[in-house]
């Protein structure tokens, strides 16, 4: 569902630049995904996952740019804005967490924001010019800031999320993956995607979708290089990650749901890990 009559209007200084679409997809009972443009060589689309909670709050994970249209279809949402309580910034790259400030204000004035470790300290891509400024924005902007646990559930949220953390050995690169209990799915940042019924892009072409792993099945070609270099953290990592009941996945760009079959797909995708 897309609303074409509001403004997709943004100063995001991420591509594309000066308008982004949003569209709002439903895929569960209590979960839904903002989809908004996000162009690398095409339109990958940033996947803003939103779940409710047994409380009947809102958490988004790593927000979308705040256009009216995004604004308005967040607000469609059970409690609208004013219900989102938390909010989870998974991951180092730019796009996950550089939306978060904007949003502060239509949020619970009492939101949790929940960052993983490296953004507010300017590691990696977070420490690039212009970035750093952004993540100060974050602490002016919310009260209540909490550092994503390496491992086990999140505090005070009664075991609904829990998140399982790979650092790459250099701090160039980290991501929690978190597991959405009542919802039985995960959540990928950059770690994984695939294209179902994401279009094959007419720049990269099906042969090289197959040959990165992503077509037709779950792949990981950015972390796959890194969890080589240090397959001792990518096991324990991949270890909790199939210890936890799920069997869908919801990765940050592509296609936003990958399931049912979504523990074996996880298997299958980092099965090297195993031997």
Known sequence: MYRPS?????????????????GLVQLG??????????????????????????????????PPARTEEAEALLESLPGGCAAVEHV?????????????AGWASKFASDATLWVVPGVLEGRSVAGLAGFPQQAAQLRSAFRRITSLPDSGPLPGLGGELAVSTFHEGWGLFSEAVLLLRDARAIVFSDMAFAIYDHPVSPLVGREVSKLVGIYRRLGAPLATPMMRKDPAAGRAWLETVLSWDFDTVLPGHLDPRVGPGGKDAVRE???FLLH
Request: glycine share 4%; proline share 7%; with cysteine.
């Open 29 to 62: 009972e209590a979960l839904w995904c903002l989809r908004q443009d996000f162009w690398i060589t095409e339109n990958i689309y940033l996947n803003s996952h939103v779940i409710r909670l047994s409380s009947g709050s809102l958490l988004v994970i790593s």
């Open 6 to 22: 509001l403004s997709r209007q943004t100063s995001d200084p991420l591509p594309p630049l000066g308008s982004k679409a949003t």
């Open 269 to 271: 995708c980092f099965g």
């Open 88 to 100: 989870v910034l998974p991951n180092l790259s730019p796009e996950h967490w550089i939306h978060a």
